[in-house]
T-cell receptor, first 114, second 111 residues
Framework: DTAVSQTPKYLVTQMGNDKSIKCEQNLGHDTMYWYKQDSKKFLKIMFSYNNKELIINETVPNRFSPKSPDKAHLNLHINSLELGDSAVYFC?????????????FGPGTRLLVL | GENVEQHPSTLSVQEGDSAVIKCTYSDSASNYFPWYKQELGKGPQLIIDIRSNVGEKKDQRIAVTLNKTAKHFSLHITETQPEDSAVYFCAASRSFQKLVFGTGTRLLVSP
């Protein structure tokens, strides 16, 4: 069983389009995250949700909107895609916020904006 | 905010040699320091972590050391094997799970 899964694995789209990436975790964790990894492999947190509540919101353009329908899911919707949005997006989860916990990463979604 | 620097950016070793990757952090309140391994086409995977109340931790061929005074921590891999080839990331965190990652080290182990 995959602990943290993401769909789709690859996403190729045109500038200006709107797209969504889905994430699901079956670990029973309370906290989920979205990270962006750029072409130089730099990993940076975008958002964090705990029990469906937004906890961390880094300086991300408001074209990016996360949505957590329940504890096990955290989706990322991107409006008006730009060339600079091309990157690998990783979802992650951890037990909770009480103590610093191990974060488990999904396999990533490779987004290419043409 | 926290800033994590990581060196070297690339590291080539022969199979059986040791590899050392070093990171420095800026926030003296950081108290959790994980190391992640990312293989090609996959997500980062935790390989070892250390908390600020411990100076060293070892797990088989992998060890991590932490110097809180100097604000740096290091990953040591002994008896390297070709399957250790990957990108390694250090990270630091002080609260609420916000991990700040280093820039990554590409390790290549040649047979």
């Amino acid at each position: 069983d995959t602990a943290v899964s993401q769909t789709p694995k690859y996403l190729v789209t045109q500038m200006g389009n709107d797209k969504s990436i889905k994430c699901e975790q079956n670990l029973g964790h309370d906290t989920m995250y979205w990270y962006k990894q750029d072409s130089k492999k730099f990993l940076k947190i975008m958002f964090s949700y705990n029990n469906k509540e937004l906890i961390i919101n880094e300086t991300v353009p408001n074209r990016f909107s996360p949505k957590s329908p329940d504890k096990a899911h955290l989706n990322l919707h991107i409006n008006s895609l730009e060339l600079g949005d091309s990157a690998v997006y990783f979802c992650a989860s951890s037990q909770d916020l009480g103590l610093v916990q191990t974060q488990y990463f999904g396999p990533g979604t490779r987004l290419l904006v043409l | 905010g926290e800033n994590v620097e990581q060196h070297p950016s690339t590291l080539s070793v022969q199979e059986g040699d040791s590899a050392v990757i070093k990171c420095t952090y800026s926030d003296s309140a950081s108290n959790y320091f994980p190391w992640y391994k990312q293989e090609l086409g996959k997500g980062p995977q935790l390989i070892i972590d250390i908390r600020s109340n411990v100076g060293e931790k070892k797990d088989q061929r992998i060890a991590v050391t932490l110097n809180k005074t100097a604000k740096h921590f290091s990953l040591h891999i002994t008896e390297t094997q070709p399957e250790d080839s990957a990108v390694y990331f250090c990270a630091a965190s002080r609260s609420f799970q916000k991990l700040v990652f280093g820039t990554g080290t590409r390790l290549l182990v040649s047979p």
